[in-house]
């Protein structure tokens, strides 16, 4: 059963850069047949995708905050990464970390449990 | 910017049957946007109940169903349940590697 881990600190001072990891076990994140992807859901609102990443490197990313979004893959580990510079408090929010279906059919399939990040100083 | 549109709140009767529904602030919906659906219950993971605009999930009760009406994607649910009370989310896939999430419908089941 595939599983997805978020880790990462739990509090970011406003203007700094937020740094979280997603874990995958229980399969392969070199696999062409996925994207992994970070969604986030600000307290009490709806979610928002932030974007994704192939295993190869391709990015893709949500244009509201392309400007401050980083994503990286470690193929090694099994594991990608999500950076956001220039936090505010309207970045406080639980972020997902979750696997994208991108071949004939294009959804969310996996999940992790979510990691709540709160901007404040 | 795609808005991607959905009712803020819905409310059915036991045993009713609902029908939440995902649109455009311009445009149609269609089947080429495959769009999918996931349910959430406040601090909870969302469940992906719907891809492809009718395909059910594994171990996704038959009572939830997707699909085109007029110009949006919808998501019916027969026989409601005490615990479908969830919020509800649509997902479009925009094309080039684009996602967007519509804002959540809050299904009550009173």
């Known amino acids: 059963q595939l599983q997805l881990q978020e880790s990462g600190p739990g509090l970011v001072k406003p203007s700094e850069t937020l740094s979280l990891t997603c874990t995958v076990s229980?399969?392969?994140?070199?696999?062409?047949?996925?994207?992994w992807g970070w969604v986030r859901q600000p307290p009490g609102k709806g979610l928002e995708w932030i974007g994704c990443?192939?295993?190869?490197?391709?990015?893709y990313y949500n244009p509201s905050l392309k400007s401050r979004v980083t994503f990286s893959v470690d193929t090694s580990r099994n594991q990608f990464s999500l950076r956001l510079s220039s936090v505010t408090a309207a970045d406080t929010a639980v972020y997902f970390c979750?696997?994208?279906?991108?071949?004939?059919?294009?959804?969310?399939?996996?999940w992790g449990q979510g990691t709540l990040v709160t901007v404040s100083s | 910017q795609t808005v991607v549109t959905q009712e803020p709140s819905f409310s059915v009767s036991p045993g009713g049957t609902v029908t939440l529904t995902c649109g455009l602030s311009?445009?149609?919906?269609?089947?080429?946007?495959?769009p999918s659906w996931y349910q959430q219950t406040p601090g909870q993971t969302p469940r992906t109940l719907i891809y492809?605009?009718?395909t059910r999930s594994s171990g996704v009760p038959d009572r939830f169903s997707g699909s085109i009406l007029g110009d949006k994607a919808a998501l019916t649910i027969t026989g409601a349940q005490a615990d479908d009370e969830s919020d509800y989310y649509c997902?479009?896939?925009?094309?080039?590697?684009?996602?967007?999430f519509g804002g959540g419908t809050r299904l009550t089941v009173l």
């Open positions: 979750a696997r994208q279906i991108r071949t004939s059919a294009w959804y969310f399939d996996y």
């Open positions: 229980g399969g392969s994140i070199s696999s062409s047949r996925y994207f």
């Open positions: 990443i192939f295993y190869s490197g391709t990015t």
């Open positions: 311009s445009g149609s919906v269609s089947t080429s946007f495959y």
């Open positions: 492809t605009t009718n």
């Open positions: 997902v479009l896939y925009m094309g080039s590697g684009i996602w967007v």
